[in-house]
Each structure stands twice: as C-alpha cells, then as structure tokens.
C-alpha cells in the first residue's frame, strides 16, 4: 500500500536509510521484512533479479516490486538504477 503522501525517491541508499530511521518512510512489517534483508547488502539489489530477491528473503516478487515503490520507486528497475549509482560511487571513491 503506498503512502498517502507523495514524495521522490531518495537518491542515495543514505538518504533512504535516513528516511527509514526517522520514519519518513513507514514500511509494513512485510515489506520491513524485506528491507531489513537486503539493505545491508546493496549488491543483491543490483544484481540479482526480483525473483531471486524474493527467494531469498522468502516473499512473493509482488512484495519485492511493493517495496519499491513504497519507498517511491514506480519500478524495482529504478530502484536498482540508484543502488548501482551508489555502489559505482562506493567503488570510484576506493581507488
């Protein structure tokens, strides 16, 4: 279920993490569940499909493309767009 507000996605995986934590972005316990599995582990984001996704954090596709757009996304694809921009950043800053 999205928000009744509307807002941008965050740009950076901080951003993001910082919405979460203060509460700017209030997740079902489902979608929470997903969230708490993946963040830490941007790469999975960025290069392993929805399916596999939801695989391993044992959910539906639906709720791994829910999350995204509760989050602000209209797509998992976009979503994925800006975790490869932060980890590409993440990689540029340690050479």
Known sequence: MMQDRIHCPPTTLEE???QIAKRQ???PD????????ILPQPEMIAFESAAAIARNCKVSQTTVHRLAQHIGFRTFGEFRAMIRDH???ISANHR
């Open 87 to 89: 980890l590409r950043k």
């Open 30 to 37: 489902r979608l929470e569940q997903v969230a708490k599995q």
């Open 16 to 18: 993001l993490k910082y």
């Open 25 to 27: 972005i209030v997740l």
